[in-house]
């Protein structure tokens, strides 16, 4: 079974635990909090089991939930007999809580700390019974059932990101991408004292190409120009469709005069070269392009940043297209 749950508590009480489960389940054991949340930083398991009887380890251990990593975790806390012997009749039974509320009142505690429930096993015998054994193993499938399911949420969660933040025509990263990632390396640019650079790319011409020849034509000519763009910017740059026939690169550690210098190769490396949409089809397609260097004053969210560079891309285009603009 490809499941990882760590047990928490004594070795007697590991050894209880094991002693209660099926054998295909694997277990690894911590004996306090700081053990355990160590296992659970070098591999996050699917389970936790900890020691209710020993309250104050279990109320440690079960506070690294809090920790928004691992809140997902299940966690079961456990009051059960971990030395394998039978009570004294003939003395008071110190291992349980003296009643009920007692019981009550520590699961109150354990659950506020974290637990996802509380389980008292009744037998006291060294060997356990098959419905003490049946009872904690289901328990144990109901823990791994749901963090299984949290997996599969997580799997469906980071798909759904990824589609929201991919252009499905050119595969490029889209404009609400940009509006994420381009803070990012503002704040990146600031602490590290480096320069940031960023370039809007604009297809010439774009509406000229659906009406001579259809929208489909227009789309085959978005895809390659965009796998042009990406085959031939560096390792460290950023290329988003920002809609439309725009894009948008961010080039990082990078100033002005060398972002311009980008600018105009690729700016020749689209115009020179014809593109060959299908057997029968070639088009010579240019762009123009703004270039615009992060300023002290610009905003955190880079909209200023993106202004003047989108300014300068109307000055390439008034200008006579197929051109780079650049400023400071």
């Known amino acids: 079974m490809d499941h990882s749950i760590l047990i928490v508590g004594s070795?007697?009480?590991?050894?209880?635990?094991?002693?209660?489960?099926?054998?295909?389940?694997?277990?690894?054991?911590?004996?306090?909090?700081?053990?355990?949340?160590?296992?659970?930083?070098?591999?996050?398991?699917?389970?936790?089991?900890?020691?209710?009887?020993?309250?104050?380890?279990?109320?440690?251990?079960?506070?690294l939930k809090a920790r928004g990593r691992f809140c997902w975790i299940y966690?079961?806390?456990?009051?059960?007999?971990?030395?394998?012997?039978k009570p004294d009749i003939h003395k008071p039974d110190t291992h349980k809580p003296d009643d009920s509320q007692d019981w009550a009142a520590q699961v109150i505690v354990l659950l506020k700390a974290g637990a996802d429930v509380c389980l008292s096993l009744e037998s006291t015998e060294s060997t356990p019974s098959p419905q003490e054994m049946q009872l904690l193993e289901t328990q144990l499938q109901v823990g791994i059932s749901a963090a299984k399911r949290y997996r599969e949420l997580l799997?469906?969660?980071?798909?759904?990101?990824?589609?929201?933040?991919?252009?499905?025509?050119?595969?490029?990263?889209?404009?609400?991408?940009?509006?994420?990632?381009?803070?990012?390396?503002?704040?990146?640019?600031?602490?590290?004292?480096?320069?940031?650079?960023?370039?809007?790319f604009d297809l010439d011409f774009f509406k000229s190409i659906n009406d001579t020849h259809g929208h489909l034509v227009g789309d085959v000519s978005l895809k390659l120009l965009s796998a042009r763009l990406r085959h031939n910017l560096r390792a460290n740059d950023?290329?988003?469709?920002?809609?439309?026939?725009?894009?948008?690169?961010?080039?990082?550690?990078?100033?002005?005069?060398?972002?311009?210098?980008?600018?105009?190769?690729?700016?020749?490396?689209?115009?020179?070269?014809?593109?060959?949409?299908?057997?029968?089809?070639?088009?010579?397609?240019?762009?123009?392009?703004?270039?615009?260097?992060?300023?002290?004053?610009?905003?955190?969210?880079?909209?200023?940043?993106?202004?003047?560079?989108?300014?300068?891309l109307r000055q390439a285009k008034q200008t006579g297209r197929n051109r780079v603009v650049t400023g400071a």
């Not at 966690?75 to 012997?85: E, F, P, V």
Request: include cysteine.
């Open 11 to 63: 070795r007697a009480f590991h050894v209880m635990v094991q002693s209660r489960v099926h054998p295909s389940i694997a277990m690894t054991h911590a004996k306090d909090s700081v053990q355990a949340g160590l296992s659970i930083q070098a591999r996050q398991p699917d389970l936790i089991v900890v020691q209710a009887d020993d309250l104050e380890l279990a109320t440690s251990t079960l506070r």
């Open 155 to 200: 799997k469906t969660n980071d798909l759904l990101s990824t589609i929201a933040l991919v252009d499905p025509l050119t595969e490029l990263s889209n404009r609400r991408a940009l509006d994420w990632e381009l803070p990012r390396q503002i704040e990146r640019a600031r602490d590290r004292d480096r320069p940031l650079s960023l370039m809007i």
């Open 75 to 85: 966690a079961l806390a456990l009051s059960g007999r971990s030395d394998g012997t």
């Open 238 to 312: 950023t290329l988003f469709r920002y809609g439309g026939e725009e894009f948008v690169v961010i080039l990082s550690d990078t100033q002005g005069d060398e972002a311009g210098e980008i600018g105009d190769r690729l700016c020749q490396l689209i115009g020179t070269q014809a593109f060959t949409i299908n057997d029968d089809l070639e088009l010579s397609l240019t762009v123009s392009v703004g270039v615009a260097v992060l300023r002290p004053e610009d905003d955190t969210k880079g909209l200023t940043l993106m202004e003047r560079a989108d300014r300068r």
